[in-house]
C-alpha cells in the first residue's frame, strides 16, 4: 500500500467520524453507503492533493470514486498534472 492510499484511507475515517471503522484500498465507500454524495467533493479534492493533478469533476461519477483503488485509477485515467 503506498503512502498516499494510507492517506486517503486515514481522511476518509475522519469523514466517517467512525473511528472503529476500519477500510482498505478495496471497500466500496459509495455502494455501500458509507460515502454520501456531500463527502464526493471533498474526497475529489483529496484526491487531487495527494496525486498532484487537477481532476475535473465533471469527468467523474461516483462510481470512480467508490473504492480508493478506484479513486487513484480515476485520477490516472482523467487528471492532468498540475502547473
Known amino acids: 500500500m503506498t503512502p498516499e492510499t494510507q492517506h486517503m484511507i486515514e481522511h476518509i ?3 466517517l467520524r467512525k473511528p472503529s471503522t476500519t477500510i482498505d484500498e478495496d471497500t466500496p ?3 455501500s453507503g458509507l460515502i454520501d454524495s456531500m463527502a ?13 493533478m ?3 469533476a465533471g469527468k467523474v461519477q461516483p ?7 478506484k479513486m487513484f485509477a480515476t485520477a490516472q485515467r482523467v487528471g492532468k498534472p498540475r502547473k
Open 63 to 69: 462510481k470512480d470514486l467508490d473504492t480508493v483503488a
Open 40 to 52: 464526493l467533493v471533498d474526497l475529489l479534492v483529496k484526491l487531487e492533493d495527494l496525486t498532484h
Open 29 to 31: 465507500l459509495v455502494s
Open 13 to 15: 475515517i475522519q469523514l
Open 54 to 56: 487537477r481532476i475535473p
